[in-house]
């Protein structure tokens, strides 16, 4: 049984489209992440949602919006794609206040031209 | 916020030896909890090891182990008997244990294993 998956693993648009990466967990995690991974592996934290509601929002372009129907889905909608956005999105999910560590997804790996 | 620092970005070990990963951290709080993840080439991100700060015994999953040091805030990690499987990116990553919903990622280390 996956854990937490996301779709889709690969995405190539074109600049200026607009997509939606989706991520549902099985695991009854009350908080949901999203995670950006650049070329240069960095991981930097984007959004995160506890029980739907929105609790972390980083700098990120306003073209970026998450969506949480439920505690067990976030979704990530990014409008007006540009080449910067390129990189590998992650989804994960935690425990809020719990030694539960962070269980990722397989990435979506985001490729505009 | 706190930070991770990994001040090693690329690291090589000898098919079969054992290596040890350092990571630091930067904390006013006493308790929280730290991880080591493993990204393989497949991307995947893949929980090593974990350690709760108000334990004093230092954390072992198999050939994998930790050298936590809390006064000196350092939470290292050791591979004993390297196998070509380990080659990856490895990640150390801080959470509070108060604020409860927060990771801090260092830069992460790059691990080459060399038949």
């Known amino acids: 049984d996956t854990a937490v998956s996301q779709t889709p693993k690969y995405l190539v648009t074109q600049m200026g489209n607009d997509k939606s990466i989706k991520c549902e967990q099985n695991l009854g995690h009350d908080t949901m992440y999203w995670y950006k991974q650049d070329s240069k592996k960095f991981l930097k934290i984007m959004f995160s949602?506890?029980?739907?509601?929105?609790?972390i929002n980083e700098t990120v372009p306003n073209r970026f919006s998450p969506k949480s129907p439920d505690k067990a889905h976030l979704n990530l909608h990014i409008n007006s794609l540009e080449l910067g956005d390129s990189a590998v999105y992650f989804c994960a999910s935690s425990q809020m206040y719990s030694p539960s560590p962070l269980h990722f997804g397989n990435g979506t790996r985001l490729t505009v031209t | 916020a706190q930070t991770v620092t990994q001040s090693q970005p690329e690291m090589s070990v000898q098919e079969a030896e054992t290596v040890t990963l350092s990571c630091t951290y930067d904390t006013s709080e006493s308790d929280y909890y730290l991880f080591w993840y493993k990204q393989p080439p497949s991307r995947q991100m893949i929980l090593v090891i974990r350690?709760?700060?108000?334990?004093?015994q230092n954390a072992t999953e198999n050939r994998f182990s930790v050298n936590f040091q809390k006064a000196a805030k350092s939470f290292s990690l050791k591979i004993s008997d390297s196998q070509l499987g380990d080659a990856a990116m490895y990640f150390c990553?801080?959470?509070?244990?108060?604020?409860?919903?927060?990771?801090?990622f260092g830069t992460g280390t790059s691990l080459t294993v060399i038949p």
């Open positions: 350690q709760e700060a108000y334990k004093q």
């Open positions: 990553a801080y959470r509070d244990s108060n604020t409860g919903n927060q990771f801090y």
């Open positions: 949602y506890n029980n739907k509601e929105l609790i």
